[in-house]
């Protein structure tokens, strides 16, 4: 790994501020064929369970990284 600090062209500084300016968002719509798969889609109990574990075990946490 270089000490060096690396020195970005111009072309990557305008691109930075491009992507500074753009929204957040997605870039298109759905196709209808993506949206026909979503609302097909079923909610998983397993992953559901997990989630809320995950939730409880980490509102327990204590130390470096918590968010108050």
């Known amino acids: 790994m270089s000490e060096q600090p690396t020195r970005p062209s111009d072309d990557t500084r305008a691109a930075e501020r491009e992507d500074a300016r753009r929204r957040a968002g997605a870039d298109r719509e759905p196709t209808p064929d993506e949206d026909a798969r979503a609302e097909g889609v079923e909610p998983d109990p397993d992953v559901a369970e997990h989630e809320r574990e995950m939730a409880k075990r980490g ?10």
């Open 59 to 68: 509102a327990g946490q204590k130390g470096e990284g918590r968010i108050p």
